[in-house]
């Protein structure tokens, strides 16, 4: 049986790339986000009919996540790995922040991701599915006044915390930490910088890819991927 796959913040970026990498891998993907021209954009793009499924919403409301697992599960039957990538981050550092992007930037990096896992658990546990959740370099290392570090930080907590919680169900949990990334993501701080080397999106996604693919039994639980010659 196709396995099926879901994944946040799936309409640009890494997370398109990741659907469509899967999508060539035979998976039924759902992809979700808060934009739905972009998702319409997307599903147009990837072809893929009615093995793609587009939900629009917002992964830091919790009846957002609820509906997206109850359409996926409603409509294939079955849930066998979840993607955990919607994030963003801001220009500036702490001392500019306003509270409010501070507020959105915890809710949807932070509470996010645990509210996909804690939705997603029971249907992982009969699959013995695997989840992905999306780090980052700056989840390891910290720059002065990053705030989108610290989210990142309890990104990579949250995945040892949920790989404790499950590792006697069968479900797999890996943290994939990618450094510099031409994406989308850099839009709002000033474009991707000319100074550093870069890796694209498609590569992270063939990481998830391997991520997903190990045998039955077998986890890695933190891959850390810089572009060579990334130093920080």
Not at 51 to 74: F, I, K, W, Y
Not at 103 to 108: D, E, I, S
Not at 137 to 164: D, I
Request: net charge neutral; glycine share 12%.
């Amino acid at each position: 049986m196709e396995p099926v796959s879901l994944i946040t913040g799936g309409s640009t970026g890494i997370g398109a790339a990741t659907a469509r990498a899967l999508l060539k891998q035979g998976h039924r993907v759902a992809v979700t986000g808060r934009d739905a021209g972009k998702l319409a954009v997307f599903a147009a793009s990837a072809g893929a009919g009615e093995r793609l499924l587009t939900v629009a919403g917002d992964t830091a409301e919790a009846e957002d996540v609820a509906a997206v697992v109850h359409r996926v599960v409603g409509t294939w039957g079955r849930l066998d790995n979840v993607i955990a990538n919607a994030g963003f981050s801001l220009p500036g550092n702490l001392e500019s922040h306003s509270p409010e992007d501070m507020r959105a930037m915890v809710l949807t990096n932070v509470l996010g991701p645990a509210l996909l896992v804690q939705r997603t658990l029971p249907h992982l546990r009969e699959s013995k599915g695997r989840i992905v959740i999306l780090g980052s370099v700056a989840g390891v290392r910290n720059t002065p006044g990053n705030l989108y570090s610290v989210t990142k930080w309890a990104a990579h907590a949250l995945a040892e915390n949920t790989r404790l919680l499950v590792a006697e169900d069968g479900i797999g949990v890996t943290v994939v930490a990618p450094g510099i990334v031409d994406t989308p993501f850099w839009d709002e701080r000033g474009g991707t910088p000319s100074t550093q080397p870069v890796m694209t999106a498609e590569q992270i996604a063939d990481t998830i890819v391997f991520a997903l693919g190990q045998p039955a039994g077998v986890t890695i639980n933190h891959m850390t991927v810089r572009p060579t010659g990334q130093v920080g």
